[in-house]
């Protein structure tokens, strides 16, 4: 089954699928898939692999028969989309009371990468035995959208590969679709793009779009203020870790807070495959524009630290199609840049407190 097929289902799907049988099977097409994506007489294969195992096991895990789920696990739907398909979601909680991370992926369609990547992210954070992986797993509660986008994901896989925004025709216009990232409610108006034709359109009017709306809904009544610490909303292919703003140059407070765990997250990602990602603001990075998740996380929700996290593909002839054998090693290394960042907020809210300097997030502080 690809994995796509499973989000045309309007309905959940239930598996009769031990936590035993699921994790024997992760660990063995994940295995194959290395095997199998070194030659390009493979690349075929490895694709379909990949299609089928890293986002069905997820959803076999999100729909797995709740005494035969681990405990940890619980799934849960934000909503559907403007077609009628369940946004599904994840959170893992190993322990009660932590501070809660959220990640949202596939916004835009054709961003395969950051489908695949959270989902080895939910993977290893299940079943690793890396302690450093234990102890960022069991520090939060995890809460993980692989794709929010359905529509435009289907749409990708199916019809148009470098689709891009969802599948909502656009009022008076034959053109169809709106960008996501451009139309949540924190200062939609003031870069917004009104070319319903352009890939960038940011929608009638500021959370316009069923998938904004309910995403944001869902965050509002499910994961309170105070909980909430760290927003991640994962894109490609520009390689780089991104904080607030996107619609002006000047960065927020606490600046150099945020930079500093954004540098810790790209040098410890560094350090597996030796690739390098940018960071700095959004404004300064990428062409400014307003509406996106992440400022709304930070402002609206205030959520402390927030970041963009571009996955690569920069610099390829085609940035959003990698090659099979990219996608464990973006996914492997982009596990590593967590376990740094994770350490780093850690590090400097321990450090600040010690010279009685209240961070910009309190998560394991009373």
Not at 155 to 164: I, P, V
Not at 256 to 263: D, S
Not at 318 to 324: D, V
Request: aromatic share 10%.
């Amino acid at each position: 089954m690809k994995a796509e097929k499973i989000y045309h289902e309007k309905e959940p799907i239930y598996f009769s699928y031990s936590l035993n049988e699921w994790q024997l099977s992760y660990t063995k097409r994940r295995s194959t898939i290395v095997e199998n994506s070194e030659g390009a007489e493979n690349q075929g294969k490895s694709k379909e692999m990949l299609r089928s195992t890293f986002t069905r096991e997820l959803l076999r895990a999100r729909d797995c028969k709740p005494e035969e789920c681990p405990k940890i696990v619980t799934g849960f739907d934000i909503g559907r989309s403007y077609e009628g398909r369940l946004i599904r979601g994840l959170k893992l909680s190993f322990k009660s009371g932590k501070k809660s991370i959220f990640i949202e992926s596939n916004i835009h369609a054709r961003e395969w990468i950051t489908s695949a990547a959270c989902t080895y992210l939910i993977m290893e954070l299940l079943f690793s035995k890396n302690p450093d992986v234990r102890e960022m797993a069991e520090s939060l509660d995890w809460w993980m959208v692989p794709v929010l986008n359905v529509d435009g994901f289907v749409y990708s896989h199916e019809k148009e590969r470098l689709w891009r925004k969802t599948r909502r025709p656009a009022a008076n216009s034959d053109c169809v679709g709106v960008d996501l990232n451009r139309n949540f409610n924190f200062k939609w108006e003031l870069k917004k793009c009104e070319d319903p034709c352009s890939n960038k359109y940011s929608g009638p009017y500021a959370q316009s779009e069923p998938e904004v709306e309910q995403l944001t809904n869902f965050i509002n009544n499910n994961i309170s203020e105070d909980s909430l610490k760290i927003y991640i909303a994962l894109h490609s292919p520009a390689q780089a870790v991104l904080t607030p703003w996107t619609h002006t140059k000047i960065p927020p407070r606490r600046y150099g807070e945020l930079m500093y765990v954004a540098n810790a997250f790209a040098d410890a990602l560094y350090t597996r495959y030796h690739t390098r990602y940018a960071c700095g603001n959004s404004g300064n990075m990428l062409k400014m524009f307003s509406g996106g998740s992440k400022d709304w996380a930070y402002a609206a929700k205030r959520v402390p630290i927030a970041y963009t996290i571009e996955l690569p593909g920069k610099g390829r002839p085609s940035p959003f199609e990698l090659p099979e054998k990219a996608i464990l090693r973006t996914s492997a290394e982009m596990l590593d840049g967590f376990i740094g960042m994770i350490k780093a907020v850690k590090q400097l809210e321990t450090t600040l407190i010690s010279h009685r300097i209240r961070p910009m997030a309190c998560i394991w502080s009373r």
